[in-house]
């Protein structure tokens, strides 16, 4: 190869490096009795959001929300030329999800939406932070945010898809049943803040099918790390 040829492939060597973000991101669920469904993680570009606060859920974000179903939002990522994750099953109560993520530097914001199981519409969330460029290591914790589009009855029925009243069922089996329900409709139709699940220990009745001495749970429910290397 001869000089001129040489400087043009070190150029674009150089180029291609300086256009992509190399991150490894680690998400720790820090609930008792909670998963997360499967993650979405994703670097997209400024201005783009999956969830805002105070705003109305998107039919997208209800669907994850009150399902665990990120399709409709990986769709939106997708014709964004987002970055994405998705994990491939429920993240356990103390458990880990890690992967490296090599993001185009156009997509500086991350975002991750998981729903909090079991919840009637509860989700961990980050909304369209900035992504840190110097390396290091840089540790936040996530709250868990409530879509606005559905009643905390906290009954167990096996719902699950958007507008259907109800929670799926538990994974780790501790509901209960008979629950004539904690919580009308949300007087506040807005993404806001998630006030926690209320319970009982009645496993047979009372107002809540959750069971409040493993599900109970307070902001924040995840603890962030992402080690820009």
Excluded: C
Aim: no cysteine; hydrophobic share 40%; net charge negative.
């Amino acid at each position: 190869m001869n000089k001129t040829l040489l400087a043009l492939a070190l150029s674009a060597a150089s180029i291609s490096s300086a256009s992509a973000l190399d991150v490894t991101i680690s998400l720790t669920n820090l609930t008792h009795g909670s998963h997360f469904t499967p993650l979405l993680i994703s670097a997209h570009v400024d201005g783009q959001h999956l969830f805002e606060l105070g705003s109305a859920a998107s039919a997208n974000l209800q669907a994850m929300a009150e399902g665990g179903d990120t399709s409709g939002l990986n769709t939106d990522l997708t014709n964004q030329n987002a970055d994405s994750h998705n994990a491939a099953g429920l993240t356990t109560p103390g458990a880990t999800e890690s992967f490296s993520l090599m993001t185009q530097m156009s997509n500086t914001q991350l975002s991750v939406v998981g729903m909090v199981l079991p919840s009637n519409d509860g989700f961990v969330g980050l909304d369209a932070m900035t992504i840190p460029t110097e390396a290091g290591t840089y540790t936040y914790y996530l709250n868990a945010y409530d879509s606005g589009t559905e009643a905390n009855d906290e009954i167990i029925n096996g719902a699950g898809a958007p507008g259907a009243a109800g929670i799926p069922a538990d994974p780790l089996g501790s509901g209960g049943t008979g629950a004539s329900g904690v919580a009308g409709s949300d007087s506040n139709a807005m993404i806001h803040i998630h006030r926690g699940v209320i319970g009982d220990t009645d496993a047979t009745g009372g107002a809540s099918d959750l069971d409040s001495r493993v599900h109970r749970w307070l902001n924040p429910v995840a603890r962030l790390v992402i080690e820009v290397n």
